[in-house]
């Protein structure tokens, strides 16, 4: 069987990046670094460094290699939440670390790498097969910079 890694690229401060990421996120740890010892694109041997990394046990690559292609919102990492209170926690903790909010949930972070911070119960609600449902709880997470997941049930049940 195949694995999938979701790989990311850094202009600069890949380390950085992956230390803060797994300090936040539970389960997370970095599995490994290494350097590229050969001359590319991007520089001489040693320039380039390869940090793998997991996400609640999703496996990621981090690439620092200069300047490419800057972070956009078409590629995105989502944290599904189990409460209100981990929410609160990884959005403030990404804000203070110098990150910027967004709308529905989503921020990005220091780095530019887009991020939606929601609830897992949110997903369950927009996808009811009581539309009428589902569209309330689609409408109020609209509304939202950061999510609320005691106004999202008040909206799906028709309370909000």
């Not at 797994?22 to 970095?30: E, L, Y």
């Not at 290494?34 to 981090?62: H, R, Y």
Request: aromatic letters at 8%; one cysteine or more.
């Amino acid at each position: 069987m195949p694995k999938i890694v979701s790989h990311l690229w850094f202009a600069e401060q890949a380390r950085r990046a992956v230390d803060f990421y797994v300090s936040v996120i539970p389960n997370s740890a970095v599995a490994g670094e290494t350097t590229v010892p050969a001359e590319t694109p991007s520089g001489p041997p040693g320039s380039v460094k390869v940090i793998e990394f997991t996400l609640d046990d999703q496996n990621f690559i981090a690439l620092e290699a200069g300047p490419l292609d800057p972070f956009n919102h078409a590629f995105s990492i989502q944290v599904q939440c189990g409460s209100q209170e981990e929410i609160d926690r990884i959005w403030d903790a990404f804000l203070a670390n110098g990150g910027e909010a967004e709308q529905c949930g989503w921020l990005k972070d220091r780095w530019g790498l887009s991020w939606q911070i929601a609830p897992r119960v949110l997903g369950e609600m927009i996808s009811s097969p009581d539309r009428d449902r589902a569209k309330r709880a689609a409408e109020a997470m609209l509304k939202m910079v950061k999510l609320d997941i005691a106004t999202l049930e008040r909206a799906f049940d028709g309370a909000g």
